[in-house]
């Protein structure tokens, strides 16, 4: 009894065996998302219904929208709604579609590469402009601390020249992003000039607390140089010409993209755009 026992038992361990030998277990996956990137829309034309975009597919897949997601609008960027949020795919060719009232106005197929990343939309004719976020940021890992509550402390930018000289014309020159320096109130370059679709490298500003008991932030002021060395000059909405120069409030320990967009000589009225990457 027990011969036959132990051999019924043998019979179903090579059955399982071979069972398992014909009919592979396999699970349904997705490569791993190893690209990372913010959509940026500066299309240079005028921020209402008309222009807005409804939605946002990657790979044939919904990621931004009006009821969820986000509707990008002109000047603006997906995904939205925090600090430091971007979509995640896998690396490599990439389908970017973009909708308006239901029917395709932008169909591209990019390339992303592992890492984070910034798609800048200015033409719906042109491929994107795709930018190196300048991940990691670590010229500002570990210098906000409840240490340093009392002293400055730094943050960063990353400053993407877009800016249109006329309507479908991009600015020819280069420029100079300057920022002042809240201690010395000199101007200091960041970076080097950079030309239309190009971008500096991810520099540091100094931050000077503007309230002394709180967690760091005071308002930085910046300018553009043109290839002359002179304040660049934008017209306003009556068209008057004007030296270009304004202010943002930074925060320790942030990392901030600047994007000079809008059209210099005409509407919408050039300014920055700013960013939040950290």
């Known amino acids: 009894m027990k011969f036959f026992k132990y051999l019924t038992y043998s019979l179903a361990l090579m059955l399982m065996v071979v069972s398992c030998d014909e009919h592979e277990i396999l699970y349904e996956t997705e490569p791993a998302a190893e690209a990372e990137f913010q959509l940026h829309y500066f299309e240079p034309v005028a921020n209402n219904a008309k222009n ?17 997601g986000g509707q990008l609008q002109p000047n603006n960027f997906v995904p939205s709604g925090s600090v430091g949020r971007f979509f995640a795919v896998p690396a490599g060719n990439t389908k970017l579609q973009l909708y308006r009232k239901g029917s395709i106005v932008y169909d591209k197929d990019i390339n992303l590469v592992k890492g984070k990343q910034n798609v800048v939309v200015h033409d719906m004719d042109a491929d994107p402009i795709i930018l190196d976020n300048g991940y990691p940021y670590q010229h500002v890992s570990g210098l ?3 240490a340093t509550w009392a002293t400055d402390s730094l943050a960063t930018i990353k400053f993407v020249n877009v800016l249109y000289e006329a309507d479908g014309k991009p600015y020819e020159g280069k420029l100079q992003f300057q920022w002042q320096n809240p201690r010395t109130k ?26 002394f008991n709180s967690s760091g932030y005071c308002n930085l002021y910046f300018r553009m140089l043109t290839e002359d060395n002179e304040v660049l000059q934008v017209a306003n909405a009556g068209g008057k010409f004007n030296n270009y120069s304004l202010y943002r409030q930074c925060n320790i320990g942030r990392s901030y993209m600047y994007f000079m967009r809008g059209i210099r000589t005409g509407s919408p009225t050039a300014a920055i755009s700013v960013c939040t990457s950290l």
């Open 52 to 68: 807005y975009i409804d939605s946002v597919y990657v790979n044939g897949k919904k990621f931004s929208c009006i009821n969820g």
């Open 186 to 211: 000199e101007w200091e370059n960041l970076g080097n000039p950079v030309a239309f679709g190009e971008a500096t490298d991810r520099a540091p500003i100094l931050i000077v607390k503007t309230v």
């Open 144 to 146: 906000a601390s409840a």
